[in-house]
């Protein structure tokens, strides 16, 4: 079962920023935030992770609470072709055994950026 | 550079066929998983490969499902006697051994009728 709760959609105005949340109440030490985003008919595509910080990329900005139980990505400017659904994703660090390779997803957040 | 590729792209089989779904994953990378995705469902883990290393088995839904990946690189993944519920986009990835990112194929579209 995931380990993340997102709502099941969200709207955004293009050019505006999006801020999708999720929860993971239960996250571990070891685990990180990962997260992915699927465009129609197409295979995931990784966004950005983080441990504890909040980090930045070209894509995207994580930002995790002090408590590690909730985080929200952000993308800055949200053009239509961000429209896609985004996945929050628990993951093991290097040392979660087997469990350190596979995503589970659960049913993410589907973006809708509008004109 | 090369994306990972899958195919066929599309399979369309009859129940109790078997089929093979191919994945070729980016050159070097030595991580391999297969996921699945049914009509409105999220994401389901299948397998996962890591260079030598037994493959973690514990996400293929029953005995008909197994997959070999050969010389550390291709991967097949083998449906046997195939079911309507079988009907889904299997999906490939892989990252390099301690990488963060997955990066995943386009998927075959599997129909059985």
């Known amino acids: 079962d995931a380990k993340t709760t997102q709502p099941p959609s969200m709207d955004c105005a293009e050019g505006r920023a999006a801020n999708l949340p999720c929860n993971h109440s239960t996250i571990s030490g070891n685990e990180y935030v990962y997260w992915y985003r699927q465009i129609h008919s197409q295979g995931p595509q990784y966004i950005i992770h983080?441990?504890?910080n909040n980090e930045t990329n070209e894509m995207a900005s994580l930002i995790i609470t002090e408590d590690r139980k909730s985080s929200t990505l952000i993308l800055p400017h949200a053009t239509l072709r961000d429209t896609a659904v985004y996945y929050c994703?628990?993951?093991?660090?290097?040392?979660?055994?087997?469990?350190?390779?596979?995503?589970?997803f659960g049913q993410g957040t589907i973006l809708t950026v509008h004109p | 550079g090369a994306g990972v590729s899958q195919s066929p792209s599309n399979k369309v089989t009859e129940k109790g066929k078997d089929v093979e779904l191919r994945c070729d994953p980016i050159s070097g990378h030595t991580a391999l998983y297969w996921y699945r995705q049914s009509l409105g469902q999220g994401l389901e883990f299948l397998i996962y490969?890591?260079?030598?290393?037994?493959?973690?088995k514990s996400g293929l839904p029953s005995d008909r499902f197994s997959a070999e990946r050969t010389g550390g690189s291709v991967s097949t993944l083998t449906i046997q006697r195939t079911q309507q519920e079988d009907s889904a986009v299997y999906l490939c990835a892989s990252s390099p051994r301690f990488g963060n990112e997955q990066f995943f194929g386009p998927g075959t579209r599997l129909t059985v009728l």
């Open positions: 994703i628990v993951r093991a660090g290097l040392g979660g055994g087997t469990s350190y390779g596979k995503l589970t």
């Open positions: 490969f890591q260079g030598n290393s037994a493959p973690d």
């Open positions: 983080g441990l504890k």
